[in-house]
Structure formats: structure tokens, C-alpha cells
């Protein structure tokens, strides 16, 4: 595969599987709140579009429920609390990022997860080669929308040319669209090739080597 200067992650589904701290999470404000649980596949199926969206996906009636908005704070500050239970890098991840740094890429990771929760997970897994970790924020628009890509390029002091987006789903495929940047799905995240092939995924890697060897 070809090599870049720059390499952009997507978080959950790409480089770490934090699917059942996010299911369990999601579970608990739902049961707070006296709402049916939802499953593991399910939560899968709602992940990608950052937390509010995940949950607004997994509350009765959505942003219409009157509980909506104490449901979503439960589920905020009990996944800050247990974000690192079983969530874990995907095999081959963390030799993929020293490859990277070893040989002076920039690395940045790009999330639809809440700020302080993207900043605590790549400081705690990855301290020693993702230099910037950006996550949703206020004042800044979410991915599709190339902001946060920018903002990242801004901070790692480089440009879009020679970067490359690498994520699981079809937000991270239309997130490099919109940044004009290529894209590499994975295959071992979130979502399966037939759904990455019906939105346009082009590039593929089934393993981490894929990536960069």
C-alpha cells in the first residue's frame, strides 16, 4: 500500500474495540432511566456518529423523549468512569503506530467521541505516538464535516497533501471526501465490506500490516 507523510485515524472501530465498554455504558443510563437495553449488535449498528447520536439511536422516541437529555448525562459521566474496562487496542495497533513514528509519520487521531474521552483513551493506550487527539466539541462540527480533520492538520503543523484517512465506516469514508484526502477502511471494526462497498469504500486493509509494514 502506498506510503504517506500523514497518517489520520477515526478511534473506535479503527484503532481501539470499545464496543462493549460503550454497549454496557449505554445499557446502564438506559435501565437509570427505566428503558429497555439494547444489544451488542445493536449499540454496533448505532456507533459512528458520536455518543449523543448513539444515544438518541438507542432512547425510545430520541431527541422526542422527555428523559433524553438526563439519560444522555448518565450515560456520559458513567462511560467517563469505565471507558478502559474492557476497551482495548485491536490486535496489531500498537506495533502499527510504533512502525509509524519510527519512521517520523505524523499521527493524529479524529473522533466523533466526546473530547475529554478522546483525549483520556489515546493518552492512556497510545501516549508515545499519537501527537494530537481531537474529539466532538462545541465550537467545532463533527465528522463528516472536515473540521476536525483541519484542525488536526493545523495542529500536527502540516497540510492535507500526502495524508491519508484511515477508518470502519461509511462517516470515515464521506469525513476524506469531504477533506479531499483518500480513505483506507478496515475490516475489522464496526462495519463488514458489503456495508463499506455500498458507501463507495475503494481501499481496503484487513490487517494493520496492510497499513504500513
Not at 510504533?98 to 519512521?103: E, N, Q, S, T, Y
Request: glycine share 4%.
Amino acid at each position: 500500500m502506498k506510503e504517506y507523510s500523514t497518517y489520520i485515524f477515526d478511534l473506535d472501530g479503527t484503532l481501539l474495540n470499545s464496543l462493549l465498554d460503550l454497549q454496557l455504558s449505554c445499557n446502564y443510563a438506559l435501565v437509570q432511566s427505566g428503558m429497555p437495553e439494547r444489544t451488542y449488535d445493536e449499540v454496533k449498528m448505532f456507533v459512528g456518529n458520536g455518543v449523543k447520536k448513539l444515544m438518541e439511536r438507542a432512547i425510545p422516541a430520541g431527541l422526542e423523549n422527555p428523559m433524553f437529555d438526563e439519560t444522555y448525562t448518565t450515560f456520559r459521566q458513567y462511560y467517563m468512569k469505565h471507558c478502559l474496562d474492557h476497551t482495548c487496542p485491536y490486535p496489531g495497533i500498537e506495533n502499527l503506530l510504533r512502525r509509524l513514528k519510527m519512521k517520523h509519520k505524523n499521527i493524529a487521531v479524529v473522533s466523533n467521541k466526546f473530547y475529554a474521552a478522546t483525549q483520556d483513551l489515546c493518552y492512556h493506550f497510545f501516549p508515545d505516538t499519537v501527537s494530537v487527539a481531537i474529539g466532538e466539541r462545541d465550537n467545532i462540527h463533527k465528522k463528516p464535516a472536515p473540521d476536525t480533520v483541519i484542525e488536526a492538520l493545523r495542529q500536527l503543523k502540516t497540510t492535507k497533501e500526502d495524508a491519508v484517512y484511515i477508518g470502519d465506516s461509511d462517516v470515515d469514508i464521506s469525513t476524506a471526501k469531504n477533506c479531499d484526502m483518500p480513505c483506507i477502511s478496515v475490516l475489522w471494526g464496526f462495519r463488514d465490506k458489503k456495508f463499506l462497498l455500498a458507501h463507495d469504500a475503494k481501499i481496503f486493509a484487513r490487517t494493520p500490516d496492510d497499513i504500513f509494514v
